[in-house]
């Protein structure tokens, strides 16, 4: 069940056919079968939500810091002398 939520985290509430398979596959009662899925919209999305913030900020700053360290190795040719006579050691 946790599979077809995060499959769905976009609309978690299954229809009445995807609950038949739901109980067909864990043998669950309905009841139970809609008790877990408003618990889990409860506890467990907020959670992922927060989480994929979390990466997604970590991502940002990864990118970030792999530009500023692109940009501080980067060598600069000076205005006044052609690429040619430039020597990089």
Known sequence: MTDWLREH???PYPNDDEKE????TTRLTMNQINYWFT???R???PKW????????QHEIKLQQQD????QETRVHTPAHLPCSD????
Do not use: H, P, Y
């Open 49 to 56: 939500a927060l989480q994929r913030q979390i990466d997604e």
């Open 21 to 24: 398979a739901l109980i067909a």
């Open 39 to 41: 618990n889990a919209r």
């Open 9 to 11: 985290r976009d609309n």
């Open 86 to 89: 430039v020597i990089v050691i």
């Open 67 to 70: 530009e500023t360290a692109s």
């Open 43 to 45: 506890r467990l999305l």
